[in-house]
């Protein structure tokens, strides 16, 4: 399969690609929403992300891309290396990106009765789905909005607990999916509820460049990739190399950042100005600012980090206000500068990334 196009050579879209990073680094945050006109790089900025990724370590054979040092034991190989006290056989893969069609079904997704095998062998056995291949991976639904409604629901519900648990027709299996949850979407074909677009970690909204260099540029780049796919990985491969690195130590150190007491208590400052429900606002913020401190390298969480994830982290959090008309975007950028003051979250993830 050809190469994918290099994350770091995608130009603009930075809220985008650092939510899709602050996502890889700590899958916990609950996936990225990405809405915006067609043809402005969303699905791109996922493969490419993925592709970024190190490799990671898995069990041959096993349906879910077990990891040798966590194997979950349900896979028929996984089993079978356990009864017979054997090491099983391990080999290297690239991060598994998973498309969701729009029209898959329940058991497409959560997996099934393996009617094949039933019916040829008399044999009772799992099937897995699409949540199965996306173990340890990404798993990305275009057009988000137009899938249905329970099925959103269900894929939330998985990857917040990261289990998928099926039970029909006398299964009862449970088998670890862990993955990151992308969505994307065209606002003018339909919004997702309120309460699923809450379950969202993060929601960027993606437009396509106005300026007309930056226009340029975007399409100078994509023509010399799709005539020359080795020559642009080839010149992009000392910024993908320093891009690779850096997420890969933010995992490991993600754990080891501090979110000192002050940065928490600007997070419920900020959440309670703008009036958001529950508490998820909160969370997200703080995991957000620890993902992008340590993909910074800072051993602890600012109000800078926190100033710069707060848009994606709560614009898709507010109600509805009647005495208010301006955008969710808007109302965010608004607290955030009365709150910590100088410029809006906005800008200054936009300062960083130049």
């Known amino acids: 399969m050809a190469a994918p196009y290099p994350f770091s050579a995608i130009v603009g879209q930075d809220e985008m690609k650092l939510a899709l990073m602050i996502a890889a680094i700590d899958p916990s945050i609950g996936g990225v929403l990405a809405f915006g006109e067609r043809g402005t790089g969303k699905s791109t900025a996922v493969r490419a992300l993925a592709a970024l990724l190190p490799p990671i370590e898995a069990i041959e054979g096993c349906p879910y891309h077990c990891d040798p040092a966590k194997p979950c034991g349900l896979s028929e190989a996984c089993a079978a290396a356990a009864e017979r006290g054997a090491t099983p056989s391990v080999h290297t893969i690239s991060v598994p990106v998973v498309d969701l069609p729009l029209g898959a079904t329940e058991d497409r997704i959560v997996g099934a009765l393996d009617l094949e095998r039933a019916l040829t062998r008399g044999e009772k056995a799992f099937e897995p789905g699409l949540l199965a291949y996306a173990n340890r991976g990404f ?44 969505g994307s979407g065209n606002p ?122 707060a848009p994606a982290a709560l614009r898709h959090r507010l ?18 500068g009365e709150i910590f003051g100088g410029e809006t979250g906005r800008d200054a993830a936009r300062t960083a990334a130049q």
């Open 139 to 182: 798993l990305y639904i275009d057009e988000a909005n137009l899938l249905e409604d329970h099925l959103v629901d269900l894929l939330l519900d998985v990857a917040a607990t990261g289990q998928n648990i099926v039970e029909r027709e006398g299964l009862s299996i449970r088998h670890p999916a862990r993955f990151v949850l992308v």
């Open 188 to 309: 003018e074909e339909g919004e997702l509820r309120p309460q699923l677009l809450d379950r969202f970690g993060l929601f960027v909204e993606v437009a396509a460049p106005r300026d007309l260099d930056e226009r340029v540029q975007v399409i100078r780049r994509r023509d010399a990739f799709e005539r020359d796919p080795s020559a642009f990985h080839e010149a992009w491969q000392a910024e993908e190399d320093g891009l690779r690195a850096s997420i890969a130590g933010a995992k490991e150190s993600l754990n080891e950042v501090d979110v000192p007491d002050e940065v928490v208590a600007r997070a419920a400052e900020l959440c309670v100005s703008l009036g958001t429900d529950g508490l998820r606002g909160e969370l997200t913020l703080i995991r957000a600012a620890r993902a992008l401190a340590a993909l910074e390298g800072a051993p602890a969480a600012t109000q800078d980090h926190l100033r710069r994830v």
């Open 319 to 336: 109600r509805r206000d009647p005495l208010d008309e301006a955008g969710s975007g808007v109302r965010v950028d608004r607290a955030i």
